[in-house]
């Protein structure tokens, strides 16, 4: 099974990936994988044809960021030229065992349920995650609730999430609850 892991910025998305990679399960990340595809010249080419977004070569994320992050009919276009490629990437890895593939997926929308098997949410309180960002990425408060804006809301993720993981208490309360999703997933 392909199996998501979502949540807002800060919720611990990686911090359930990581007790998962621990207990000797198949991960991947998203982000990683669009970090290579941020690579491919033909993914670039695409970008500076659409978004005039690139610089000596590579695509200027930041610019590409505010020109998305301003006009959700370019985030669209964006999300149309990358998930497919995103998607192929981790049918790849899918492919090569048939053992469950957990994949952290920091930008989800509805329309993806479909593509997975299962998804589990990680919820935070709001407070708790821009504490966990401020630490983590030395980010302003203001710059957070600016990303949190623009993500998918908790009742949104809840609403389409097979599984709900509560991360406001302690890492063993976190560990309980990923073991008890991977009982579940054994059946």
């Not at 505010?66 to 497919?84: A, C, G, P, T």
């Not at 993981?165 to 073991?179: K, R, T």
């Amino acid at each position: 099974m392909k199996i998501a892991i979502i949540g807002g910025i800060g919720s611990g998305k990686s911090s359930v990936l990581s007790l998962l990679a621990s207990y000797g399960e198949r991960v991947c990340d998203c982000d990683e994988i669009y970090r290579k595809i941020c690579e491919l010249p033909m993914y670039i080419a695409q970008i500076e044809k659409e978004f005039d977004a690139v610089k000596d070569g590579k695509i200027d994320k930041t610019k590409l960021a505010k020109i998305v992050f301003s006009d959700k009919e370019k985030l669209s276009l964006l999300n149309s030229l990358s998930h497919h490629l995103v998607f192929a990437e981790i049918d790849k890895i899918y492919k090569k065992n048939d053992s469950n593939l957990f994949v952290e997926v920091s930008a989800f929308s509805v329309e993806m349920k479909s593509y997975f098997d299962e998804v589990v949410f990680v919820r935070s309180e709001k407070s708790t995650r821009v504490d966990r960002v401020k630490k983590r990425d030395g980010h302003e408060e203001e710059r957070i609730l600016s990303v949190m804006s623009r993500q998918m809301s908790a009742e949104e993720m809840e609403s389409v999430a097979d599984f709900v993981i509560v991360n406001d208490g302690s890492l063993q309360a976190l560990e309980s609850q990923v073991e008890w999703i991977l009982q579940w997933l054994q059946g």
